[in-house]
């Protein structure tokens, strides 16, 4: 009982000491190396020649030195203790000491390694018997790294002696045993290179540079184009600075203006259209078709345009549209400059034609006497402030929908027939956002309105544009149907009404 005991405390200190080297082995193997030393201890457990010598099996344990010729030879000493019985009597009891010398050849296949040897084994029998064998033995086995200079062994024994001392000289024994255990590598073996960049770790600024990339003689990775991505690892070493790299470190091009995104200050640019260094599309003409698509650059300003950016004349009077006032003129009918018959009044709003400063005007519409819409209704001696309804953008951007155009027009004209009148544009968003991009949208969006009214001939000294952000909302911004009517646009008298 004490045997078994014994046997169950080794077995459990042989597993303790393999699990502590698995959890201590480091990243890289660095094991069998020439000029190397192998230090190891091992759990035995041996199968005794049944018919010649007829011990019982036992588990044991020893501890082996080896020296490293080179990459595949090796030359070891190895001993071990195995305490046994003969039968089932205490007083049979022995204890089995094996001593051993080996050369071992090893086949290294990626990280691990097959070892086959042979050698010279001695053993001494102590206890119910006094006996000394000497024979031959036959190494087989793996060597596995667990990483750094630490690696578990498993293998076979077979053990020969020619003749035994315990039977007698005539008497042969063959025993069988099998090992398992932990061994550690000292001196020798490559410098060690934990993050594999090709510097030695003692010489290594940088220690955990990811494999790949490329090192300067300390160890340090570098990034050239500072995109981000390390040299070696960068597919686009030579990315122009602030572009938007992928995870390749390529940059890309979203709107394929040839202008780098990170870089591209209009990266919604449509493509095909003629951009700047910044890559922000141009309208030379001002027909809110963009340089590059518009097909007619050179269309005069005011006019009416297709979606290639050419004038239309729907009515063919000779007078493009936008720049008519009377577009639905029926055909072979003597038309003035804005395009509408001489004593009409094809807009409904009681002034004739040839008197009609503003012949466009929508209809239900108060007038003044040169036909133009009143722009501002003066209540209590003071002008209310007109919101452009039907004026709108792009989502966050100041760009005017070309729903906007018809409303706008109508501003013109009544700007153009009153010339004493000047405004304010104001601009207005909702509180979405930060109040500094809200400030600077709205006044963006005042300024596109203040543009549009210029190009169609409203002197700009007339005119001032401000941006106010969400700081005057005419209702809550808690609903979306709030949040609407916050972003406006709205015109303040400043000098002149129209009545």
């Known amino acids: 009982m004490d045997a078994l005991r014994l046997n169950a405390h080794r077995s459990k200190a042989i597993l303790a000491m393999i699990a502590l080297s698995i959890s201590a082995g480091s990243a890289a193997a660095q094991v069998g190396q020439r000029g190397q030393v192998e230090l190891g201890g091992f759990g035995t457990y041996t199968r005794y020649d049944p018919t010649n010598l007829g011990f019982d099996k036992e588990f044991g344990g020893g501890g082996r030195l080896a020296f490293f010729l080179n990459r595949h030879l090796s030359i070891e000493a190895a001993g071990d203790f195995t305490e046994t019985t003969e039968g089932a009597l205490a007083a049979s009891r022995l204890n089995v000491t094996r001593l051993s010398g080996t050369a071992l050849y090893h086949l290294w296949l990626g990280g691990t390694a097959l070892y086959i040897g042979g050698g010279y084994e001695r053993t001494y029998y102590r206890g119910a018997r006094e ?98 991505y390390l040299d070696g690892l960068d597919q686009c070493p030579a990315t122009p600075r602030g572009a938007t790299v992928d995870a390749r470190g390529c940059p890309s091009d979203a709107d394929a203006d040839s202008v780098l995104d990170g870089i591209d200050v209009c990266p919604d640019t449509p493509s095909g259209a003629s951009v700047d260094a910044n890559g922000c599309p141009s309208d030379t003409d001002g027909d809110a078709v963009l340089d590059g698509l518009d097909r007619c650059p050179d269309t005069p300003k005011g006019a009416t345009v297709d979606g290639s950016g050419c004038p239309t004349d729907q009515d063919g009077d000779g007078v493009f549209d936008g720049s008519d006032q009377c577009p639905d003129t029926p055909a072979g009918v003597e038309v003035d400059e804005q395009g509408c018959t001489v004593d009409l009044d094809d807009d409904g709003d009681g002034v004739r034609n040839r008197l009609d400063r503003c012949p466009g005007t929508r209809p239900g519409r108060q007038v003044d006497a ?18 452009l309804k039907g004026v709108n953008f792009a989502s966050g951007r100041s760009g005017l929908t070309r729903e906007s155009f018809a409303v706008l027009d109508e501003v013109v004209a009544s700007l153009i027939a ?38 169609k001939g409203v002197a700009p000294d007339r005119m001032t544009a401000r941006g106010y952000g969400p700081d005057q909302p005419v209702t809550t911004n808690r609903t979306r149907a709030g949040r609407a009517l916050n972003r406006r646009v709205e015109l303040h008298l400043i000098e002149g009404q129209n009545q």
């Open 131 to 228: 006996a000394n064998e000497s024979g031959g033995v036959a190494v087989i086995g793996e060597r596995l790294p667990l990483g750094g200079r630490a690696a578990f062994r498993i293998e076979g024994r077979a053990s020969y002696y020619p003749s035994s001392e315990i039977l007698g000289s005539s008497q042969s024994a063959f025993n069988l045993s099998a090992a398992a255990g932990i061994s550690i590598f000292a001196f020798g073996g490559p410098p060690r290179d934990g993050d594999g960049d090709g510097v030695v770790d003692r010489r290594d600024d940088c220690a955990d540079t990811p494999l790949g990339a490329t090192v300067d003689r300390i160890g340090c990775p570098a990034d050239g184009d500072e995109d981000g």
């Open 370 to 387: 040169l036909g133009c819409a009143v722009l501002f209704v003066v209540e209590e001696g003071r002008a209310r402030p007109l919101i």
């Open 418 to 455: 009153n010339e004493h009148v000047r405004i304010e544009i104001a601009g207005y968003t909702d509180a979405t956002g930060s109040r500094r991009r809200n400030m600077a949208l709205s006044l963006g969006r005042a300024m596109a309105v203040r543009a549009y009214l210029a190009q």
